[in-house]
């Protein structure tokens, strides 16, 4: 990965877009950068499991979970799995688990906050679909960087 800053990217390119800093910094990797993928998990990370499953090359996940804290969208088995097939981080609108165990694996991971009762399993979601939330706009193959100072999207690839 690249070196960056967010707020080195924020002074040299305008066409981006800068999230609400509403998340908590998990996972052993502090930062992280990747094309977008995203998901609609609400309070049933089933389809968060379908993806991590998938092998990428550096990707983040993005997941709406319309900022339950009802229930974690994400635990160390997946965060370890995620790790193993390439996936760079998560921004999840919703909770994690198992945080202790996830600050040494890694992976970068932005989440609302902590909860350590597990999701449903209804295999309820969707795939590529547009979200807005942390007032931005995520996009399926758009470009997102994170740092200790916040995330960053953009339209193309800036490093």
Not at 33 to 43: N, Q, S, W
Not at 65 to 71: A, N, V
Not at 125 to 146: H, I, P, T
């Amino acid at each position: 990965m690249s070196e960056f800053t967010t707020a080195d990217l924020c002074d040299e390119d305008t066409n981006i877009q800068i999230a609400e800093p509403i998340f908590n910094l998990y996972g052993e990797k502090k930062k992280f950068m990747g094309k977008i993928r995203t998901v609609i998990a609400i309070e049933d990370n089933s389809y968060v499991k379908e993806l991590v499953n998938t092998k990428v090359d550096g990707d983040v996940m993005v997941i709406e979970g319309k900022g339950s804290t009802k229930c974690a969208l994400l635990g160390d088995n997946l965060a370890k799995k995620a790790s193993e097939n390439g996936w760079s981080g998560f921004v999840i609108n919703g909770c994690i688990r198992d945080s202790e165990i996830i600050s040494s694996i890694p992976i970068g991971i932005k989440a609302l906050n902590t909860m350590p009762k597990k999701s449903n399993k209804n295999n309820a979601g969707e795939f590529k679909k547009d979200l807005n939330f942390a007032g931005v706009l995520f996009q399926e193959g758009d470009f997102l960087y994170s740092d200790s100072d916040g995330i960053i999207i953009s339209k193309e690839r800036l490093i």
